[in-house]
């Protein structure tokens, strides 16, 4: 969803367009069910009762290793925090995802963290409905603070890319593709946004809310709603450089193993538009993918207030693109101008029958939730759930791997007959 979205029950049932889902995707129901939530700790939430949904089930990584995965705290004390002035710093929780050389004794990662969880549970995120999914006991495949393969060449080190999910969403919204990514060789560092995203649970037990964020919206006019979109991406770009600084630091072995000349960020919606702006301002990133987010800040698409990559395009370094059903580079005016500008190989790839949100874990795990298939097409569209993420693992990792990894399987030269629903979008 998106900041306009956030106004009125009537705006999210007329705003269908591709412009409404491309825009900073917000979770309305963090405002309307959630109310003023202050921040609050893991111990006020863990008292209440369990949610009570089906335990979900995310699909298995493809690549061969096992994963590993822990979650760090990282302060930047050369900023103030944007949302919350009087915080002299700015404080991120990571999570680390990375293949594992044994798992043995390692309990498995939960999906997120309880305070966080419970805080998703009240938003009814994406179509689900409230205690719809257990997301406390939803379980990855992952094991927490698994010893980490290193690899035999390129010095024992690892490619490493930074994911942001969409505004509003929670780190770990992308985790069907993060771990995959990581079973396939790479380190990935997902990040929350905090004051942004619904909840997120530091190790002290608070859970800090986006209260923030809300409280800005309910103040911002109609017309000065691009500069608080604005607000939004600057701070994601900061929070994304910040940790591509502390990269050679992460913890349990994690800093010596990463190649740090070998840099990829990606992400959905607001989080793949803060991929190419970060990409755009930041050396260090070889390569990127957007994940069908807009790179102007408006809630609909106009060819106005473009972000400074999409007025002038990345420089030889390569970007992909993959949007959703007949959304691309000759349909969404930012796209187009980005396109334009470009000077670096570069892919638009259309997923058809797909939806904004297809581009998640959302697509895993609606179908599972009890809903109708009326639900499922409004959220996810009719591209087959199965299908659509085994599409969206293969062409990134694909392209990851051409660009960072050192091979190349040419799935990304042109279609392919092993996934037909993917439409590579022309000149």
Do not use: C
Not at 296 to 319: M, W, Y
């Amino acid at each position: 969803m998106n900041l306009r979205d956030l106004r009125s029950p009537r705006s999210r049932a007329s705003g269908r367009s591709r412009g409404g889902a491309l825009a900073l995707g917000l979770a309305v129901a963090t405002v309307l069910a959630a109310g003023a939530a202050a921040p609050v700790s893991a111990q006020d939430t863990g008292g209440a009762p369990e949610a009570h949904g089906v335990r979900a089930a995310l699909p298995a990584p493809t690549g061969p290793h096992a994963v590993g995965t822990f979650s760090t705290r990282l302060v930047d004390r050369s900023r103030h925090d944007p949302w919350v002035t009087s915080q002299p710093y700015r404080e991120l929780m990571v999570g680390v995802w990375y293949p594992a050389r044994a798992t043995g004794g390692h309990p498995v990662a939960p999906y997120m963290a309880k305070g966080a969880a419970a805080r998703w549970n009240a938003a009814a995120p994406h179509g689900i409905p409230k205690d719809a999914v257990d997301w406390a006991g939803l379980r990855t495949h992952a094991r927490q603070g698994a010893p980490l393969k290193r690899p035999a060449g390129n010095g024992g080190r690892l490619p490493v890319l930074v994911y942001s999910a969409g505004a509003n969403d929670p780190r770990t919204w992308g985790t069907a593709l993060v771990e995959d990514l990581a079973s396939r060789g790479y380190v990935v560092v997902t990040v929350d946004h905090t004051y942004e995203s619904p909840g997120v649970e530091f190790p002290d037990g608070s859970v800090k809310t986006d209260k923030p964020l809300r409280d800005a919206l309910a103040q911002t006019s109609p017309e000065k709603l691009p500069q608080l979109m604005k607000k939004v991406l600057d701070t994601r770009v900061a929070d994304d450089k910040f940790v591509l600084d502390r990269l050679g630091a992460l913890p349990h072995g994690l800093g010596r193993a990463v190649d740090r000349n070998r840099v990829g960020v990606f992400g959905h919606s607001a989080g793949g538009m803060a991929a190419a702006e970060t990409m755009y301002e930041d050396k260090r990133v070889r390569a990127g993918v957007n994940l069908d987010g807009t790179l102007e800040h408006n809630a609909q698409p106009q060819g106005t207030n473009l972000t400074p990559v999409a007025r002038h395009g990345l420089d030889h370094r390569p970007f992909l693109l993959m949007g959703r059903d007949g959304s691309d580079h000759t349909t969404e005016s930012s796209w187009g101008s980005f396109w334009k500008h470009g000077k670096g190989w570069k892919r638009d790839l259309n997923l058809r029958g797909s939806k904004h949100q297809t581009y998640t874990d959302l697509a895993a795990l609606l179908p599972q939730a009890g809903v109708g298939r009326d639900v499922v097409e409004k959220n996810i569209g009719t591209v087959d759930p199965a299908r659509a993420t085994a599409a969206q693992r293969a062409y990134v990792a694909s392209f990851f791997d051409r660009w960072l990894g050192g091979r190349d399987d040419h799935l990304l030269d042109g279609p392919s007959a092993r996934y037909p629903q993917v439409r590579f979008v022309e000149e």
